[in-house]
Structures are given as structure tokens and as C-alpha cells.
T-cell receptor, first 112, second 116 residues
Framework: QQQVKQSPQSLIVQKGGISIINCAYE??????FPWYQQFPGKGPALLIA?????SEKKEGRFTISFNKSAKQFSLHIMDSQPGDSATYFC???????????FGKGTSLLVTP | GAVVSQHPSWVICKSGTSVKIECRSL??????MFWYRQFPKQSLMLMAT?????????EQGVEKDKFLINHASLTLSTLTVTSAHPEDSSFYIC????????????FGPGTRLTVT
């Protein structure tokens, strides 16, 4: 069964620090790799996504780095803020169709 | 843009009854919608994929007769939990894909179902 392996499971970072979350994937039907942010009791929100034509994408304090040969991608949150405290999920397309496989999530806590 | 709503946001029902959850794309047409289930502190488990006007595709292990999905229009999909039991209590979340970027999924706020 296809898997998306996400690490770490939890992460504590001081305010102003860099949060790094990693994901590894297996074969996919299409190279599209999103990150979602979820607050307790809410639905996930699309944070940032990368397509295969670039190895890095930056949006504000959030950056995705993509290594196609290693089948890995990561999320970097620069200047982490307490408001960034949430659960983050990476995802990768399944082998067929348009559904996504999700990682198990990373619970991020940014301390003041 | 790309706003998805769900109704109700929470529901409590008695064991043996059925519950319907609505998922609407408010500002775009969604050719494909997905239904997920999420247990506390766990990941999203895909239940089924639904395309407008056709039967839903269920993931392995999901009972299609228990979780009825209808995607009647390009902006509305419904999930009906039939003969609900306490083990069906969970957080149900839908997502919708825009036509031009099929993999981009936008999630609704979720529905908390509690079966007593």
C-alpha cells in the first residue's frame, strides 16, 4: 500500500526559530506535493504546494524543498510564531485518480 | 476563493438513526469531492471519492451501504451515515477539487458526529 512517511511526529520550536518537517513518498501518478495546516476542531487548510518543475517554492515564511531523486520533500517555517502552532500534514497523489495520500501529521508547538 | 462549507458543524444522534452531512463548494465548481474521516490526533483517512453525476468510489474497507455518498451537482455532495452506531462517532471532513487543478483539494471545516 502506498505510504507517505512524515517526521517528526511532534516538534517544539522557540519563537523565531526554524521548524522543519520532512516527508518521503512512494510512486505517484503526478508530481504534486502539498502541505496542509490544521488547527484543533477545524478542517485542514492548504498552506503551500509544489509541482515537479521546481525544487523549491517559497511563500512568505513557508518554503517547500523537493528532492525528486530521493522522493522526499520538506516544509521549512522560518521565524516560527506561536500562531503557527498546529498540526501539519504532507500529502502526495495516489497512483491513480486524483486522491491524495496523507502523512500521519506533525504536531508543532512554538513556544513564546 | 476556493471556499468549502459543511453542514452541520456538529451533530448528535441516537444509535440506529441516519445522519446526512452536506458539503458545498461556495465559489467554484467541484467536479470531484472527497470524504475523509479523522480520529483524534490522527491523520485523514480517505473514505471515498465522488464525481458529479456518477457513483462514488469507496476505499477498501469502507462500507458503501453504510456511508452513502451523493454528488448531485457541481457544488454539492452529501454523506449519509445510515443506521449509525457509537463506533461511527468521528470527525468527517469533505474536500473539493477545482476543475483546472485536480489535485488541489480545499477542505471544509468538518462535521463532528457523536452517536449515543
Amino acid at each position: 500500500q502506498q505510504q507517505v512517511k512524515q517526521s517528526p511526529q511532534s516538534l517544539i520550536v522557540q519563537k523565531g526559530g526554524i521548524s522543519i518537517i520532512n516527508c518521503a513518498y512512494e510512486n505517484t501518478a503526478f508530481d504534486y506535493f502539498p502541505w496542509y495546516q490544521q488547527f484543533p476542531g477545524k478542517g485542514p487548510a492548504l498552506l503551500i504546494a509544489i509541482r515537479p518543475d521546481v525544487s523549491e517554492k517559497k511563500e512568505g515564511r513557508f518554503t517547500i524543498s523537493f528532492n525528486k531523486s530521493a522522493k522526499q520533500f520538506s516544509l521549512h517555517i522560518m521565524d516560527s510564531q506561536p500562531g503557527d502552532s498546529a498540526t501539519y500534514f504532507c500529502a502526495a497523489p495516489k497512483n491513480s485518480g486524483y486522491a491524495l495520500n496523507f502523512g500521519k501529521g506533525t504536531s508543532l508547538l512554538v513556544t513564546p | 476563493g476556493a471556499v468549502v462549507s459543511q453542514h452541520p458543524s456538529w451533530v448528535i444522534c441516537k444509535s440506529g438513526t441516519s445522519v446526512k452531512i452536506e458539503c458545498r463548494s461556495l465559489d467554484f465548481q467541484a467536479t470531484t469531492m472527497f470524504w475523509y474521516r479523522q480520529f483524534p490526533k490522527q491523520s485523514l483517512m480517505l473514505m471515498a471519492t465522488s464525481n458529479e453525476g456518477s457513483k462514488a468510489t469507496y476505499e477498501q474497507g469502507v462500507e458503501k451501504d453504510k456511508f452513502l455518498i451523493n454528488h448531485a451537482s457541481l457544488t454539492l455532495s452529501t454523506l449519509t451515515v445510515t443506521s449509525a452506531h457509537p463506533e461511527d462517532s468521528s470527525f468527517y471532513i469533505c474536500s473539493a477539487s477545482t476543475g483546472g487543478a485536480a489535485y488541489e483539494q480545499y477542505f471544509g471545516p468538518g462535521t463532528r458526529l457523536t452517536v449515543t
